[in-house]
């Protein structure tokens, strides 16, 4: 059986940013025990507080820390940028199955990364752009 990859998308720019990270932190390890371990494969997109996206290195550290990586880390290796092939076909998007965003707050629940991942055209967990928007104005 082939296993669904989920990109895990977490971090932000915004005040729950930490949040985000421990929201990350068990969601993947509910994806990785018992009858889960066989179904799903973690691909983890990290999003630092400064906005820079990084996958692969960086991320899955911060996956098993819970801590976040601090703006000085510069490995570039690993970092996603609007020149990179992320506007494009992402690097791993062309791997991943589903993306399941973890951000908390602004530009993670109110439909900006929800809009984002549609104009992409990849699928994606949770509300759509309109529903997240709508949830986000309380």
């Not at 490995?75 to 092939?85: C, G, K, N, R, V």
């Not at 929800?114 to 752009?129: A, Y």
Request: hydrophobic share 35%; charged share 20%; aromatic share 6%.
């Amino acid at each position: 059986m082939t296993k669904i990859k989920v990109g895990l998308l977490f971090g932000g720019c915004s005040g729950e940013h930490e949040v985000s990270i421990n929201s990350a932190r068990a969601i993947a390890r509910a994806l990785q025990e018992g009858s889960n371990a066989d179904k799903y494969d973690i691909l983890p997109t990290y999003i630092q507080k400064d906005g820079r996206w990084r996958a692969s290195d960086i991320a899955q550290k911060v996956l098993e820390s819970g801590k976040p990586a601090l703006p000085e880390a510069k490995d570039t290796s690993s970092e996603l940028t609007t020149s990179s092939s992320l506007w494009q076909t992402p690097s791993q998007a062309g791997e991943i199955d589903v993306w399941f965003p973890i951000l908390h707050g602004p530009n993670g629940e109110d439909g900006t990364i929800q809009g984002l991942l549609k104009l992409m055209q990849v699928p994606f967990v949770g509300s759509g752009v309109l529903g997240s928007a709508m949830g986000m104005d309380k």
